[in-house]
């Protein structure tokens, strides 16, 4: 199945082979928005909007145990007070589990998965997973689901980041798409929905740049077209780490879009707005953005609280 001495370096830079733009934020509801995921939506926002493209919404809530009290609400309403216009109805991926599990049952066919029954005991402090159950035909249920990687270079050409290669089978081995607790991977949920959503370009923060090997893999197993990647920097707190649910990032103020709006294409070295309605300020960002001038870097260090 896989040419496992294949060390193939070519590197794609990715993306259909079509004139239009298809973009999208997928926040996960484990917590409030904060302004690293301002600056997120904002350059996805305006990046497809500056293509003529479209743009979706889309809530990666797979993980249902870590979804946290009001938090969906909070992204709702934080789309609709910076004024955002989505293009489709938002969708949730608790929703479509049941895509996913075809999805499996399509890859399991074609013997691109395998259950395993390694537990976090088992494996130690190992972070390469070795195959120990990939020859074992266990049975699916109540195991974990992994998928198949081959020893090869798996490179792409971020937009803002530069070139960026891995090789799944060195660094990682084969990974997980369901957990044995019946969980749906992000991996395998961004990967389907992105193809469903007909998307072609991906704008996230730089903390998922690893991510994307990954997800190139799947989605060539599966025969989706590859899309083109921009990892944005990170804005940091002033302890050094990144906003994030996990590190209490401050929730946005939805009482003042405005003012959030304007730092937030200030962290993205975009030309001055002036104050206005949300609307009208993403209007004028959009007529002069220029990803040129976003920081080619993966932190935006010290600034940002």
Not at 53 to 58: D, E, K, S, Y
Not at 131 to 142: E, I, S
Not at 263 to 282: F, G, R
């Amino acid at each position: 199945m896989f040419n496992d001495h294949s060390q193939s370096l070519s590197c794609s830079k990715g993306g259909k082979n079509v004139d239009f733009y298809v973009g999208r934020f997928a926040p996960s509801p484990t917590g409030p928005l904060h302004f690293g995921s301002l600056i997120t939506a904002v350059a996805s926002y305006c990046d497809a909007r500056a293509h003529s493209g479209l743009w979706h919404v889309r809530i990666e809530d797979t993980d249902i145990p870590r979804i946290y009290p009001g938090s969906e609400e909070h992204i709702l309403q934080s789309i609709d007070a910076f004024q955002f216009e989505p293009d489709s109805e938002i969708i949730f991926q608790k929703d479509r589990l049941n895509i996913y599990e075809d999805v499996i049952q399509q890859l399991h066919q074609n013997d691109l998965v395998y259950a395993c029954q390694c537990t976090r005991k088992i494996l130690g402090s190992n972070h390469i997973y070795v195959g120990t159950c990939r020859d074992l035909a266990l049975p699916f249920k109540d195991q974990a689901i992994r998928l198949k990687v081959a020893d090869q270079n798996i490179c792409f050409e971020d937009r803002l980041q530069g070139q960026h290669r891995s090789n799944l089978h060195n660094e990682l081995g084969d990974f997980v798409l369901k957990r044995r607790d019946g969980i749906i991977n992000y991996q395998l949920a961004v990967v389907v929905d992105d193809y469903l959503q007909d998307v072609t370009h991906v704008v996230r923060g730089a903390d998922l740049l690893d991510n994307t090997e990954r997800q190139i893999w799947l989605a060539r197993l599966l025969h989706y077209p590859e899309l083109k990647y921009m990892h944005l920097p990170l804005a940091m707190n002033d302890q050094g780490q990144k906003l994030s649910k996990q590190n209490m990032a401050q929730a946005l103020d939805l009482s003042h879009p405005s003012e959030l709006l304007q730092q937030a294409l200030s962290a993205l070295n975009q030309p001055i707005v002036e104050l206005d309605t949300p609307s009208n300020m993403l209007k004028q960002a959009i007529a002069q953005w220029d990803i040129q001038h976003i920081p080619k870097t993966t932190e935006l260090s010290g600034i940002y609280l």
